[in-house]
């Protein structure tokens, strides 16, 4: 490997770059001024300084004015460097920018043995650094067995991470990539005992990334594997004392074991040191860590599935390449994906329990794999699933609706934490759909049939109305958003109507026809809720009706209205039920004004079937500012210090399905922004769940 530098032109460092990379951009005038720091040294340098550079330069070079590196401190005596010195100052005109590739974090995969997830992870946090193609490290799916049933593929683990840079809901101190290169390195340089050097080039080496699984219905294995660009990082990772050889896989893998490291108390908070130093892979066992010098693939996993995978690696068994549902599942994946997954269809076939045999049979018997593909925008992450199945037991192709434009959510108010917009219009008849319910309950619990087709029948002689012609006056979609209080907190909370106060349940459904909702409407008002002794049922004009408790102090009740051609009903805080209507029927602050909302939509699907949208930023942030919540992330790592909470450009989750219909196949397509920011909020949850409760929380 060429030399490595950091770069500054003004604004933040970035890099490092090999030198070669620096001489095409000068070549292709991307760079013309600037300044260079190589790894591990402190001080910078003019481009001219570098005899490569300086020839490139061909004597465009200009005097600058360079301050330390960041992070760095200046050697002038004994004296401390100054504050402002943190960040190195040119004094130089605006270049043509050009595609940098940096990040702020690395990617984290769940569950395959914590050393090896720790060094991927690590890994990804820094080889986004190289500006190179990978065009070094052998493709993971060349190398993995065909009878994989699970296949995860990062086939560029730099421009996975490269991406990130322009994520908008990141804080921009994350791209630094200098310090994060540099925490990075330490971390696994103090992990394993080996110089900051060798954990820079280990760093920078990783290329490829991929997770493949078989036998996942019986005796699941899965292997994770990491292709380097050079096989020197890994060999000097290998000779450190942690590791011990133990023979071979195969005719060229070299098996190792692992052992665990004790850190001093004055190793901190460091999530990544921590996980690295408490790995350990044993010497005999089912688990497995290999590496072959030969392909440069570092693999950890089921030992059987590691030795198969040896086998197409070294003696050209087939791969998951060679596979016919693999080859016909690819036309699945975006050509900009970062990241992609197949599961194959065959997997279903080896489920043998007989009960979960027939829902299948019933409805998500596969016509095909389900395929997976993860692109980076400006909003986040856009994943997206897709999956064929049939069944005995789904709608017929005659009665398919076509996904439609969901926007009943954007009339909601700017309160509103999360909403689910539904395409409600239908071919059925209301007896037939009644029918169709029917039948499905009956699949999954023939009890349950019985006991819902009863309470039909008492609601239909109680009220005088039937749920197959309420089911004909539903229009196109219906909306179920849920609001709280602006600055709410899990301390002011507590339970009952004190959790009311600070929430509220509003609920839109369009209508073509009112008549029989304004007709239960009515027999609720008359036969229903008179019954309840402790409310107080106001008739309304619209021809709904509200009801609020006698002899609470809070301000909280339940509404149902009809405006124009909509039934609305909120329930909860009266305050955010004002809004909510205000917002609805006048249009005023709704989340159809809100940035993050817009963004989110707009990398959606124009037309669904089901819409699900999540202030992910707004519930983060009240669960962070509990105290116990937020000390018991920061003893497991975890911060949410870097990503923007609130504002504009605040995280948000939205999850969009659509489905179409072709010779009684059925296409479920599935497009999620930041689903996986979603994990932090349930980690978060479950931690304050765990917690003792205390008065008020």
Request: charged share 20%.
């Amino acid at each position: 490997m060429s030399a490595m530098y950091y770069l500054s032109r003004g604004g933040a460092p970035e890099g490092p770059f090999e030198e070669a990379r620096l001489v095409y951009m000068i070549a292709c005038g991307e760079l013309t001024q600037g300044g260079v720091c190589a790894v591990g040294q402190q001080a910078w340098s003019p481009l001219h300084a570098v005899p490569a550079l300086a020839q490139a330069l061909a004597a465009r070079s200009a005097p600058q004015v360079y301050g330390p590196p960041p992070g760095q401190a200046v050697a002038h005596g004994d004296a401390p460097p100054p504050a402002a010195a943190a960040q190195p100052q040119y004094n130089s005109p605006a270049v043509q920018p050009f595609a940098r590739k940096k990040s702020n974090r690395g990617l984290l995969f769940v569950a395959l043995g914590a050393f090896f997830l720790l060094l991927a992870a690590g890994a990804a946090g820094a080889a986004y650094l190289m500006f190179f193609s990978s065009g070094g490290a052998r493709s993971i799916r060349a190398s993995v067995p065909q009878n994989s049933e699970l296949f995860i593929e990062v086939p560029s683990v730099h421009q996975l991470v490269a991406d990130l840079h322009d994520v908008q809901f990141l804080d921009t101190s994350l791209r630094d990539d200098k310090q994060l290169f540099d925490s990075a390195a330490d971390s696994i340089a103090k992990a394993f005992d080996i110089s900051t050097s060798e954990a820079f080039t280990l760093l920078a080496s990783a290329e490829t990334l991929g997770i493949a699984g078989r036998k996942l219905a019986t005796e699941p294995e899965l292997v994770l594997a990491l292709g380097m660009k050079n096989a020197s990082p890994v060999e000097a990772l290998l000779k450190s004392a942690r590791f011990s050889a133990l023979g071979t896989v195969g005719t060229t893998g070299k098996r190792y074991q692992l052992t665990q490291k004790q850190l001093p108390p004055s190793a901190g908070q460091d999530a990544l040191l921590k996980g690295l130093a408490d790995a350990q892979i044993a010497a005999v066992g089912e688990a497995a860590l290999v590496w072959f010098p030969r392909t440069k693939l570092l693999t950890i996993g089921s030992d059987t599935l590691v030795r198969d995978l040896a086998q197409v690696i070294e003696s050209g068994s087939p791969s998951i390449q060679d596979n016919a549902a693999f080859q016909a599942a690819r036309k699945d994946f975006d050509a900009s994906a970062r990241l992609t997954l197949f599961v194959d269809p065959n997997l279903y076939t080896t489920i043998t329990d007989p009960k979960l045999r027939q829902v299948i049979d019933a409805y998500f018997k596969p016509a095909g794999s389900i395929t997976g593909s993860v692109r980076v925008k400006a909003a986040g992450f856009l994943t997206r699933f897709i999956g064929r199945v049939q069944g005995d037991k789904l709608p017929r192709a005659a009665t398919y609706e076509p996904p439609h434009a969901l926007d009943l959510g954007a009339r909601l108010p700017a309160e509103t934490v999360a909403y689910l917009d539904l395409a409600a219009t239908s071919k059925l008849s209301g007896a037939d759909a009644q029918k169709l319910l029917l039948d499905q309950l009956s699949t999954l619990n023939p009890q349950s049939r019985a006991s819902v087709e009863q309470g039909l029948h008492q609601i239909e002689a109680q009220l005088g109305v039937t749920a197959a012609k309420l089911f004909e006056g539903v229009g196109g979609q219906s909306v179920l958003g849920l609001s709280a209080t602006p600055g709410v907190s899990l301390e002011a909370l507590g339970v009952g109507p004190q959790t009311a106060a600070n929430f509220n349940l509003t609920w839109v459904l369009e209508l073509k026809d009112a008549s029989e909702y304004k007709k239960l409407a009515a027999q609720l008002k008359q036969k229903l809720l008179p019954a309840f002794h402790e409310v107080t049922v106001t008739e309304d004009a619209t021809g709904g009706f509200s009801v609020a408790a006698r002899g609470l102090p809070l301000a909280v009740g339940l509404r149902a209205k009809f405006l124009d051609k909509y039934l609305f009903v909120t329930a909860g805080s009266n305050t955010l039920a004002d809004r909510a209507e205000a917002a609805f029927s006048r249009g005023e602050r709704t989340l159809k004004d809100d940035p993050a909302h817009q963004t989110a939509l707009a990398n959606l699907p124009d037309t669904e079937h089901v819409l699900l949208w999540i202030d992910t930023g707004r519930v983060a942030d009240t669960l962070q500012k509990s105290p116990l919540v937020r000390a018991q992330l920061a003893q497991n790592g975890v911060s949410l210090d870097k990503i923007k909470l609130t504002g504009p450009e605040r995280v948000v989750s939205a999850l969009s399905v659509r489905s179409e219909v072709q010779n009684e196949v059925w296409t479920y397509q599935l497009d999620a922004l930041n689903l996986q920011a979603l994990a932090p909020l349930g980690a978060a949850g479950a931690l304050h769940g765990a917690l003792p409760r205390l008065p008020g929380l």
